[in-house]
């Protein structure tokens, strides 16, 4: 192994996390990339907006790059391509209908209206590389998704994607499962399978037996029901649509994002309004409370989101009234809980009932559990296996399941990001590591928040800013006019320790000037360790101090 | 109502959060306090160690104070006791046996050795102030609980505190159904019952039910097995310790306050290791890994604590082992969810098998589930109610639950803090709301983070700082020497952006000196613009921007 004739796997992004998933497959030095997604960042990361897989290993390669494959449209999937294509240049891409259609507005707000994204369908075969790509329909929680089977001289490989086996999806496009027993029988080199609801047990139940629930709920509100889902969720979307029309409501839409995707749901026919359904807000308002619907964004509780405003009553159109009733057709992703459910309260005490996923049927996963995790082994029956997508905790979960179908436990891969899987016809190994590291947007800027400057800003989070501005003369750093302490985030800014600070400053200074000492750095050094000490004995806290040294 | 003839009902911490409960009951001018805890800060509280109740209310009234009584020993019931006394000076405590013990270590903790706590015990009755309190025995997840019973001239009060109905508890002391009833009979004027687990179906199994699942998991694990759970859950500890010695295991401990806790459980008889299981951790080395259970504090992923350190292994003492299993006997408190989860990613990755709650019957709730809190309702019959504890959204389901059982929803209440809810013999209203605020803990100082230092550390946290240092002659105001761009957390700082604002400063002080701009307010205002709005255009970013105008 090793000797770079296999067949090189390698995360970038997403291996033993949720989000940014982004995969290299490498063959006689030629890169094809499947997804490209973007991660939200943890309340730890400090005022970053996005964070990015690094993409460094394929910009040093960028003109062995073929082709960037995307398996469907969530952010964790397609939200880092613009950052990719500005680093590495154009290369084609390759997407279904919905899919191309999010990442064609993603790809214009970006200014790159000039770069190309070629449509695939199910069934579709190109010739991406040394690769010869095929994609299998499978059913997730948004439209147009597809697992790509990557056929080489080493052999076949497929990658699943996100999926689930949902027999009777909305569009009545489900998983393909011929096609992928007829790749089983083909015979599988290596998969990389969605872990996300491997600790799951049984089967995920079907999108379509939300609807009913959903017709429960609206014929027994007794005024407004809201509902929030992801807005990407179409099918979701649909189906609130349909049990709104049938208890005669009529659905008006707030959040941009809910919107625009739907906008570009409705030109491709994928959402299907029943007529006469779908108003504006303003038209909303001439029906009776009990014949409105709300399909809101917000479903997260994210700050600045549709619905997070109405419960705080920041709303300019849609206003809260007790008797209304809010729908959360999500589940709170990993990280979010507490804003979802300060959401949840802030409706509570308004008056509202609130349904969640806990205490009524109003939401199911899009991602496969236990049982069919177990189906796609079967059907695959793949030589090596890469449990991807999810935490560490998921896909050593699927690993376990995987033993429980014959998958050899040794023939199993774990992967860390940039770990290098090579894969040849009998053997595979992780041979190399290359490097990566992360990578974080904050506001106009990629990659400009270096994992120090993230320290500081902790540290400045946890205990504020200490300011000590000295002036010394030029001439022999004598000590001229006052010590100037300001103080910004720390808490025990009384006047009496500023001044003993003040005074502490001054006395070190004295010193220092007794001593001739005259460099700027060594002055400054004493003064922060000098002031860090006094602020530490007094208050057990560290805020940053700064000592600012004037010569004039 | 509002005449000063009711009794008058003050949550002055937790009301619709998870947290700090402290109730207030007032008669003639005279106030009794219930419960006194902390709460834990949300990421969002910056620095913040505790967020306590507000004592305002109670310190301008301190000499009214006749006592404080602890239904029992959770931080969110005792925890801000310390911080209340040196507000109000000394005053009668009562507490049972174990909440005594654990009250003891803080006090001293806070050199409050000279306070003394009054030991209760279920049944007792003592006067406090207007009222005449007895205690009711209660199961819940900590030894040594009781709900409070508070007669006065205006009639019966029962507080629950946390509860649940395990008849079959580990101490075999479960609530006491019949003292409830008899209360019932007497006739309850007002009930203040725990609304955690009111959308939580059904009843709670009870805690005897987690010994076969420990067993069975001691029994099949083929190396070590590390239990983690709340360092206060003794009844959890003394069927781990059964468990493993049931298997022929050993138990060392680690994590400093499950030892304390222990301790002072076992001096009280309320904590019985089988002889011999229990060992230290330098002992537990002499055994076979698979002879091995190893009790640690750690459950929600805390930073510092011992099965974080263990993770990342970073634990002087404890080292895994690829084959260790490691049992969640505890649920993620609200908040904790993302650190418990990257705990158990580490774990995962270095190859323990981890069970929780979702994947095996390791732990069960310590507050009562809807049929449990009908079953308070039907015992006690009240004529008010107001469901406390837990957010608002279960105090609004635990309303929706008492409705069902005949409590009229007129005479529900469902209270934030500070408001006053005055009841009477016939009615009962909230007549006013006291001054309540948010309190923070930090470092060594009570209330010494203002709502504007969180404001500040937030927006240091966001997009850090950059700092301005103009040195301006005192004489004319015109500027001497070279200005100072200094950053810290902000990300763009590259050296042509630096040097961009300096030119930009050094043009904008030009300018104020032509104008013979010299007052500093004003030329810090103009510089704080300039460069905010520069870097903002350059950026995006928002960073706090200082300008220091040194005059020399």
């Not at 579709?124 to 095929?134: K, M, S």
């Not at 096609?179 to 609801?197: C, K």
């Not at 990659?447 to 504020?464: F, K, N, P, S």
Request: with cysteine.
């Amino acid at each position: 192994m090793g000797d770079g004739q296999g067949l090189r796997i390698i995360p970038l992004g997403g291996a033993g996390e949720i989000g940014k998933n982004m995969y290299v497959y490498e063959l006689d030095r030629r890169l094809v990339i499947v997804d490209c997604g973007v991660k939200f960042p943890t309340p730890e990361q400090l005022g970053v907006d996005l964070v990015l897989p690094d993409f460094s290993y394929v910009a040093e390669r960028r003109e062995d790059v073929d082709a960037v494959i995307l398996t469907h449209g969530h952010e964790d999937h397609i939200g880092a391509l613009p950052y990719l294509v500005k680093a590495i240049g154009a290369v084609p891409i390759y997407a279904t209908r919905f899919t191309r259609g999010l990442l064609r507005g993603k790809l214009d707000e970006h200014r790159l209206r000039e770069v190309e994204v070629n449509e695939i369908a199910p069934g579709d075969r190109v010739q991406a590389g040394p690769f010869e790509a095929e994609f299998v329909r499978v059913a997730h929680s948004i439209p147009d998704c597809v697992a790509v089977a990557l056929r080489s001289r080493v052999g076949l490989v497929v990658h699943t994607g996100d999926f689930k086996f949902d027999q009777a999806p909305i569009d009545d496009a489900p998983t393909d499962i011929s096609a992928l027993a007829r790749l089983g029988d083909e015979g599988v080199l290596a998969l990389l399978s969605d872990s996300t609801n491997a600790e799951v047990p049984g089967s995920i139940a079907p999108e379509r037996t939300i609807g009913p629930e959903l017709r429960k709920v609206m014929a027994t509100a007794p005024e407004r029901v809201i509902v929030t889902t992801f807005a990407s969720h179409i099918h979701r979307m649909q189906q609130v649509l349909e049990a709104a029309h049938h208890d005669g409501r009529v659905v008006g839409m707030v959040g941009r994002s809910m919107l625009r995707n739907t906008n570009i749901a409705m030109n491709l026919g994928l959402l299907r309004p029943p007529d006469g359904v779908l108003v504006s807000l303003r038209e909303l308002e001439d029906y009776p409370r009990d014949e409105q619907v709300i399909l809101s964004t917000g479903s997260q509780g994210e700050p600045g989101s549709a619905l997070r405003r109405i419960a705080h009553g920041d709303h300019h159109q849609v206003h809260m009234e007790p008797g209304d009733t809010v729908v959360f057709s999500a589940r709170a992703v990993p990280g979010n809980e507490l804003s979802v459910n300060e959401t949840i309260n802030r409706l509570s005490r308004a008056g509202a009932r609130v349904l969640t996923q806990e205490n009524a049927n109003v939401h199911v996963s899009g991602h496969a559990a236990s049982e069919e995790l177990r189906l796609m082994l079967r059907l695959l029956r793949p030589r090596f296996f890469a449990p991807v997508h999810g935490e560490f905790r998921h896909q050593r979960a699927h690993a376990d399941l995987a033993r429980t179908v014959g998958v050899d436990p040794r023939r199993t891969f774990i992967l860390a990001n940039g770990e290098v899987l090579e894969v040849a016809e009998e053997e595979a190994a992780v041979v190399e590591r290359v490097e990566t590291g992360l990578v974080y947007v904050d506001g106009l800027g990629v990659a400009d928040v270096a994992d120090g400057v993230l320290r500081d800003r902790r540290h400045l989070a946890e205990d504020g800013l200490v300011l000590v501005v000295a002036t010394l003369s030029a001439r022999d750093g004598s000590p001229i006019g006052d010590v100037d302490v300001i103080t910004r985030g720390f808490g025990a800014d009384d006047g009496e320790l500023i001044e003993e600070t003040r005074m502490e400053v001054e006395r070190s200074l004295a010193v220092s000037a007794a001593d001739s000492v005259t460099e700027v750095d060594l002055l400054q050094r004493q003064l922060h360790d000098t002031v860090a000490a006094l602020l530490y004995r007094r208050t057990r806290a560290r805020p940053l101090v700064l000592p600012v040294i004037v010569e004039a």
